[in-house]
């Protein structure tokens, strides 16, 4: 399984992994070992989410050399069951992104390019927000806006807000050539930094808490 991309951060790392093999390839993977969670294989009724469920922990194994395995909580929210540790998952098409934060919570969103964010950016930006209408690029921005707004959502885990009305995007000062963006609630409670990498295939966002942003 080589991984496609490992990205190292101040606080953790992500590994992303461009998933080529069969349901029945991963699966042989997964059995080398003995694993915690199996019986939560044979509840899985399509071949994208069992491809899925077996990347995230083939990922955690040999990405990150980590034994137990992934929980989710009532949100659907992901925890290690062994351990600490902060993770968080993303999955598009082929692609499944898995962060570990020894310290801090964290969210992370995946998104493979297309025009798809700026055609419904009305659905998850308002006006003024960033990539509601930059003069440059502007599809890429949406796209970013939307990935950035996700892995908000991850972090912040409020359930029941939405894209457009409970969170505000906008550029982050000072923050050199990396572009990094802040996202807030709209409430005033909590707001985050995220850092945005583009890929030719996709957009990856990863967020964090103020002040644990690094």
């Known amino acids: 399984m ?25 699966h042989a993977l997964f059995v080398e070992s003995a694993t915690a969670d ?55 098409g082929p692609f499944v992104a898995l962060s570990l934060s020894p310290t801090a919570r964290v969210g992370i969103d995946l998104e493979q390019r297309g025009p798809r964010a700026f055609r419904l950016r009305t659905k998850f930006l308002s006006p003024g927000e960033y990539g509601y209408d930059e003069a440059d690029d502007a599809e890429t921005a949406a796209l970013t806006a939307w990935s950035a707004k ?24 000072g923050c050199g050539a990396q572009l990094r963006l802040e996202a807030a609630l709209c409430d005033g409670t909590a707001r985050a930094i995220v850092s945005c990498r583009l890929f030719e295939p996709f957009v990856f966002t990863r967020a964090m808490l103020f002040p644990d942003v690094t």
């Open 2 to 26: 080589p991984l496609y991309r490992r990205l190292q951060h101040e606080a953790g790392a992500t590994a992303i992994w461009q998933t080529s093999e069969s349901v029945d390839e991963l």
């Open 38 to 92: 199996a019986s939560g294989y044979a509840a899985l009724t399509t071949d994208k989410r069992r491809k899925e469920w077996l990347a995230e922990r083939l990922l955690l194994r040999c990405a990150f050399r980590l034994g137990g395995t992934i929980g989710h909580r009532p949100d659907g929210s992901p925890f290690l069951t062994e351990g600490g540790g902060h993770i968080s998952i993303s999955h598009s």
């Open 150 to 173: 996700e892995a908000a959502f991850k972090l912040f885990g409020r359930p029941g807000i939405t894209l457009k009305e409970g969170i505000r995007l906008t550029r982050a000062a």
